[in-house]
């Protein structure tokens, strides 16, 4: 696996290093001891760094590139649903993709984009079957930006695609790179509380994100459509088949990043308060996705919390939804254990 940083913990890292090996030649000198005698160092960890963007010549293939951060930065502005031209009305709100891939998605467990161009195609339980690095992108307008899918051979499409695979320069086909996904933070043993919830958001939330989860518009709508802080819930939110609609994601997201300031090296909410303040926010109201019920043709491959039925597992939508998830995880491995015991054995 390599490692991602980012240049100021790249220059600490060469410092240190610099310093250690400094301290083991003076050391083996004084034992009388010559280098290739001495106790050679372990080998540092392959490191890759997120390539400049502003570094790139302005042609017109590194045009697309550009293009494609600014869609993800300012989506809202360019296939928003109150953009000029009706035929490029592709999201259903006016949030941007950043608001969850954070820093344009670059940063380490703030949902980075970086790497992924190569992971696809892949095999997704959601629909069943294999998926192309479009059909993930839409998933992500339909769902995250309650929209409609892009054409594939769309300029927007193609734009986008053309700044993940920039991302992914100098990662080889089959390498994972650190900082993927969300994080993970230790689970709770009693169900996320979303009344415990409420406390958090108003000491921790609010401030940024309003009473009503509607977030702060950066201007008059008329001169700028988006927002200078997303809202988490109401009518321009992501719908209810959005991965930042089960707890799991929500939690370790908020626990990373939020609030602002926060990382994953310096975390500013408990493990507690993070999956009460996202069993809150999760608890609120927001956009209903159509044939939910679609998803996970096989229920035993269903995430533990999916909040959305049909389920195989004998558990109530309501524990889904806010945990504990240990019971039943082992509920379906106790179903997929019996399914495979079931089945004739292979001549």
Not at 94 to 115: D, M, V, Y
């Amino acid at each position: 696996m390599k490692h991602v940083v980012n240049s100021s913990i790249l220059r600490s890292a060469i410092l240190g290093s610099t310093l250690a090996l400094l301290g083991l030649l003076i050391g083996a000198a004084a034992l009388g001891l010559t280098p290739t005698s001495a106790q050679q160092t372990p080998p540092a960890p392959q490191i890759w760094t997120v390539p400049e963007i502003g570094a790139l010549p302005n042609d017109a293939a590194r045009q697309q590139v550009r293009r494609g951060r600014d869609l993800i930065t300012a989506t809202y502005a360019h296939v928003g649903p109150e953009v000029a031209d009706p035929a490029k009305r592709f999201a259903g709100n006016n949030l941007a993709c950043a608001n969850c891939h954070l820093e344009a998605g670059t940063k380490k467990f703030g949902i980075p984009l970086f790497g992924l161009f190569w992971m696809f195609p892949e095999y997704t339980a959601r629909g069943g079957g294999e998926i192309t690095l479009e059909d993930r992108l839409n998933a992500c307008m339909t769902r995250s930006m309650n929209g409609r899918p892009m054409p594939n051979d769309s300029p927007e499409m193609q734009a986008i695609v053309a700044y993940i695979k920039f991302l992914s320069t100098g990662v080889a086909p089959g390498e994972v790179l650190s900082g993927l996904g969300v994080g993970r933070m230790p689970e709770l043993d009693r169900a996320a509380d979303p009344a415990r919830g409420k406390t958090v958001y108003a000491t921790a939330c609010l401030a940024c994100h309003n009473t009503d989860g509607s977030g702060i518009r950066r201007s008059l709508p008329t001169t700028d459509l988006g927002y200078m802080i997303p809202p988490l819930w109401g009518s321009d939110s992501f719908n209810d088949g959005a991965g930042m609609a089960r707890l799991i994601t929500a939690a370790n997201f908020i626990h990373f990043n939020m609030p602002h300031g926060a990382d994953y090296l310096h975390p500013q909410l408990t493990v507690e308060q993070a999956w009460d303040v996202a069993a809150y926010v999760i608890s609120q109201p927001r956009p209903r996705k159509a044939g939910l019920d679609k998803d996970f043709p096989n229920l035993l491959e269903k995430p533990a919390d999916t909040p959305y039925g049909p389920y195989a597992d004998g558990f109530s939508e309501q524990q889904h939804k806010y945990g504990p998830f240990a019971p039943i995880r082992a509920a379906i491995a106790r179903l997929k254990a019996e399914k495979e015991g079931s089945a004739p054995a292979p001549r």
